[in-house]
């Protein structure tokens, strides 16, 4: 048998970073302000349920849009030479090495108003809002997770054998159908580790629709600003927001492995 040691280090660092924050979060959930059992929190959180709904129809909207804009994307790319592959893949990465916030500050600076966009749009006499709103919002979300749908999705393509597509095609296949039978069906693993990476954080994240939103703000806005002055309700709605992407999660790898079946 091979020697579990090494991994001592990573369970350790799981427990403590992970584990043991997770127990707390769920001990400040279930109990009140003397550390009694209730369920008090759980109707405190109830109070934002119109945000959290809020939060999962922009994540779901971003979503979409993130899969619609990688998967011709991935698909072109996947078509391309092994160094050109490298060469893009490694020019989409490169706003990843910047931080987070200073990409979001980067879109403020676009969208505001008198904004190098904003003027623009008024040369051509249209006046329109550019932040402050949730199309604001669904643009910094597709802008910081749409790599994280190229990537699974070109992964995934990319070892799509050519030689099947040709004998489609040979075999009287339009387009159509060629995307259909082959492309498609070979693809959707990539789609479901796309879709569970951009739908997850999307759905839990925040500082975007603070900085984007103007005063529509995100479920996990909410938990930071609640839990400062209140770690019982703030916890509550974390663990709401836990169980939803948990049942999310699993919903996605049961369709993968009834796909992987089929397939």
């Not at 676009?110 to 190098?116: A, D, K, S």
């Not at 939103?213 to 927001?241: C, K, P, W, Y």
């Amino acid at each position: 048998m091979k020697s579990k040691r090494p991994a001592i280090p990573y369970l350790g660092w799981m427990l403590v970073f992970t584990i043991v924050p997770l127990l707390m979060v769920i001990y400040f959930a279930f109990t009140n302000d003397q550390g009694q059992f209730s369920l008090e929190p759980f109707k405190n959180a109830s109070v934002y349920s119109e945000v959290f709904l809020y939060s999962l129809g922009i994540a779901l909207i971003s979503t979409v849009i993130c899969l619609v804009l990688a998967y011709p994307l991935a698909y072109s790319i996947s078509r391309c030479s092994e160094r050109a592959q490298s060469m893009i893949i490694m020019f989409l990465m490169v706003p990843m090495w910047m931080n987070f916030l200073l990409r979001i500050y980067a879109w403020v600076l676009i969208l505001q108003n008198y904004g190098p966009l904003d003027m623009i749009l008024n040369f051509f006499g249209v006046d329109v809002t550019l932040i402050g709103n949730s199309g604001a919002v669904i643009v910094g979300m597709v802008y910081e997770f749409l790599p994280f749908m190229i990537l699974p999705l070109h992964a995934v393509m990319s070892k799509i054998d050519p030689s099947l597509i040709e004998a489609a095609q040979d075999l009287g296949c339009s387009g159509f159908h060629v995307f259909s039978k082959v492309i498609f069906p070979l693809s959707v693993p990539g789609i479901i580790s796309g879709v569970t990476m951009v739908f997850v954080p999307t759905a839990s994240t925040f500082l975007v629709a603070q900085y984007l939103g103007g005063t529509q703000f995100m479920i996990g806005d909410v938990i930071e600003r609640v839990f400062q002055s209140d770690h019982n309700t703030g916890s509550a709605i974390a663990v709401v927001l836990m169980i939803v992407i948990l049942g999310f999660l699993v919903v996605m790898n049961r369709f993968g492995d009834k796909e992987a079946v089929n397939g």
